[in-house]
């Protein structure tokens, strides 16, 4: 039982922030926060990503590309043109380090407005640093498990931000249904969409990009909004006001 709390637990904070800070924030600015609210949900999502954090500037440059070009052959994770899901995440993770090595630089559209911390990033991207992380799942589960089939789970947790990728990108442009009309394949998966805090409603976010709520009709719901709803109130974050 422990076990299972311990994946829950992990699935559920990494893609919150991947979700929260990574998307809403800083690939598409949907709320504004302080410099110390920023660092703290920097630091949050380098924590509980671990072994598998994403760089802030690379994540915003490429899912910006991925709405500009959704869909089309100068998409970065678009799954109709790789033939399955793994070569999906393997797609995106060459372009990915291209981004985050300084190895291509973006097109201007894509650049600047993005929160970088680059201690953070240094560290979040060492060898050492996600081997530690590894570690530390492993011995959890080394204490902890009670059944064989549970060490089974690692490999999610060692991938845990590309594997929410790439069920996002390859369900949400694959399976579902569509609200809109879109020039794209874009779909929302589940209308309550618990299982990935509202990023399966690819549809509904690819007509308002800037929204903050992805559930459009009545039967959707996505688990993040009411949260940031919340932060709003709190005075944490200030929603950014959208048509």
Not at 68 to 73: F, G, K, L, V
Not at 184 to 198: A, E, R, V
Not at 205 to 233: C, G, Q
Request: charged share 20%; aromatic share 20%; glycine share 4%.
């Amino acid at each position: 039982m422990l076990i299972l709390l311990f994946f829950l637990a992990h699935w559920f904070l990494s893609l919150f922030f991947q979700t929260f800070f990574l998307h809403r924030y800083v690939s598409h600015k949907m709320f504004k926060t302080n410099k110390y609210w920023e660092r703290f949900f920097y630091f949050c999502t380098f924590i509980f990503q671990g072994s598998s954090f994403l760089n802030p500037r690379a994540y915003a440059i490429m899912h910006r590309m991925h709405h500009a070009y959704s869909d089309t052959e100068k998409d970065p994770h678009s799954p109709h043109f790789i033939k399955d899901i793994w070569g999906l995440m393997m797609k995106t993770k060459d372009i990915y380090l291209e981004y985050r090595q300084y190895k291509t630089e973006p097109e201007p559209a894509f650049r600047d407005r993005y929160p970088t911390w680059p201690l953070i990033d240094r560290v979040g991207d060492m060898w050492i640093t996600r081997l530690v992380f590894a570690a530390g799942y492993i011995a959890f589960y080394v204490a902890f498990a009670s059944y064989w089939w549970m060490f089974l789970l690692l490999p999610v947790h060692f991938l845990m931000g590309p594997v929410h990728g790439a069920i996002v990108n390859w369900c949400g442009h694959k399976y579902g249904y569509s609200n809109y009309d879109n020039d794209d394949h874009s779909k929302n998966t589940l209308p309550l969409d618990f299982l990935m805090m509202g990023e399966l409603f690819q549809n509904n976010h690819h007509k308002r990009p800037n929204d903050a709520n992805f559930a459009k009709r009545w039967f959707e719901f996505d688990p993040t909004y009411p949260i940031m709803r919340l932060m709003h109130r709190l005075h944490i974050i200030r929603l950014r006001k959208t048509a």
